[in-house]
């Protein structure tokens, strides 16, 4: 094999490697914040209020933080038809009517429509609290060190 042929494989092999690596951090963040998030969420609702998405976050292949306001928020299992979801720019929510129900409303993610299996509300207030908590313990740390 040509030198130069050599070294353009060991240079892609290199890249997807690295990209791989990526991934697999983004995947371990969203699963991290997908367990704190997790901790504030109630038990799980057949159906909750919703008029309209004000924001999303994706927590990983199949979870979902769809927030109504900005302190009103659902812990959302989907079905995993979605495998766009941890990368996803825009979502929609199809729901018939100004709820939203487990099994018979669905996410919309890159053209596909996903069931939604489970909705958990989740303590906004709590949440942004212990975020914040988090932040100024490790601000202290690092000013400590």
Known sequence: MNMKWMLLLIAALSTTAGAQDRKTERMTKMEQRR?????????PKSSVPFARSYDFEPLGQHTVLLYESMNR????E???FCP??????????DNK????SAKFDAVRVGG???RILEIRPVDVKAMKAAQKSEREAAKAAKSAD
Do not use: K, N
């Open 35 to 43: 367990e704190f998030v997790t901790r504030f969420a109630s038990e």
């Open 73 to 76: 928020a659902y812990l959302v």
């Open 78 to 80: 989907i079905e995993d």
């Open 84 to 93: 766009d979801l941890p990368t996803a720019m825009a979502i929609g929510v």
């Open 97 to 100: 009517t100004s709820s939203l």
């Open 112 to 114: 596909r429509s996903c």
